[in-house]
Nanobody, 128 residues
Framework: QVQLVESGGGLVQPGGSLRLSCAAS????????MGWFRQAPGKEREFVAT????????????DYADSVKGRFAISRDNAKNTVYLQLNSLKPEDAAVYYC?????????????????WGQGTQVTVAS
């Protein structure tokens, strides 16, 4: 089992930044694909970003939803078993509960059902 705990959410003004963290514990692996999803009130949970192992030690790929490309950045620190999501140039429509997810599969995973483990989420509110 893998446990995921998100942190770093909060209230930020439009145009501001936040960094979300996802701390993993249990049977973690640096080969796991890690993802971030979000769910706004009244909407379905949607893919935000993912990072997966390239097959070369220490090299990872990343992909993003079109709505956040160029503004958000996903990264990971395997020594700390932590994945980060840097949120820049935040917009009101970015407000949501952000969830971290982990999958034992290696590759580009965009669907929720491809992920095996989920955190409880952290709230991001964007308002002036």
């Amino acid at each position: 089992q893998v446990q995921l705990v998100e942190s770093g959410g909060g209230l930020v003004q439009p145009g501001g930044s936040l960094r979300l963290s996802c701390a993993a514990s249990g049977r973690t692996s640096s080969s796991y694909t890690m993802g971030w999803f979000r769910q706004a009130p009244g909407k379905e949970r949607e893919f935000v970003a993912t990072t997966w192992w390239s097959g070369v030690v220490g090299v990872y790929y990343a992909d993003y939803a079109d709505s956040v490309k160029g503004r958000f950045a996903i990264s990971r620190d395997n020594a700390k078993n932590t994945v980060y999501l840097q949120l820049n140039s935040l917009k009101p429509e970015d407000a949501a509960v952000y969830y971290c997810a982990a999958s034992q599969q290696v590759g580009l995973l965009l669907r929720q059902r491809d992920y095996d483990y989920w955190g409880q989420g952290t709230q991001v509110t964007v308002a002036s």
